[in-house]
């Protein structure tokens, strides 16, 4: 019963102040070499992760490598605490995927992914597509973008004052700022009240 009036508390006080729900870092999924850290080692971690400021909770599964955060949505996102964290533990990450939830603005070549309550920009770049048939350089991190059509498709989203859920990893992480996020797929959750 409890549930379901909470339930409908929050619906309501969504209803009168949309805002609520826009703009923050949804998810944040961490990986590294499962062979490298011992459930011991996972517990460290979890702790470690747990006791920074912009984390709400942690999940660690040593066995797969993986480790699921759910991000304090007032909080700027930074790469560099979670590695630390990391590194302090003695792992290193793999990959670094998150979801963030915000506007799309452009900005120069660039379409900007802005998280609403947290402000943190990121820079949103297409996956390597090669075509298997051809030799494919690795491209200079500072000249890497949007494909055409996915920014005009954006952009005119955008215009409409769409709020977008993006899922992709972050690219080279480390070179941050500006956090490259490359898009792996997109939602658009309603428009701007």
């Known amino acids: 019963m409890k549930k379901q009036i909470f339930s409908l508390l929050f619906i309501f006080l969504l209803s009168l102040n949309p805002s609520i729900a826009k703009g923050e870092v949804v998810k944040v999924v961490v990986t590294w070499s499962p062979g490298f850290c011992n459930p011991d080692c996972a517990n460290l971690l979890k702790e470690r992760l747990q006791k920074m400021t912009q984390v709400q909770e942690v999940n660690v599964d040593a066995n797969s490598g993986v480790a699921n955060i759910k991000w304090n949505p007032t909080s700027s996102f930074s790469y560099q605490p979670i590695k630390q964290n990391m590194q302090m533990t003695g ?3 793999n990959d670094i ?13 660039n379409a900007i992914l802005i998280s609403d309550k947290d402000k943190t920009r990121f820079t949103l770049v297409s996956p390597l597509m090669g075509d298997p048939r051809k030799y494919t350089t690795s ?7 949007l494909t055409p059509e996915l920014k005009e498709n954006l952009l005119q989203e955008a215009e409409q004052g769409k709020i977008f859920l993006v899922d992709g990893s972050l690219y080279q992480p480390a070179r941050s700022p500006p956090l490259q996020l490359i898009v792996k797929r997109y939602r658009i959750e309603k428009a701007k009240e």
């Open 91 to 93: 792992i290193g990450v």
């Open 97 to 109: 995927s998150i979801s963030v939830r915000g506007k799309i603005v452009e900005d120069g070549q």
């Open 139 to 145: 491209p200079n991190p500072f000249f890497r973008s």
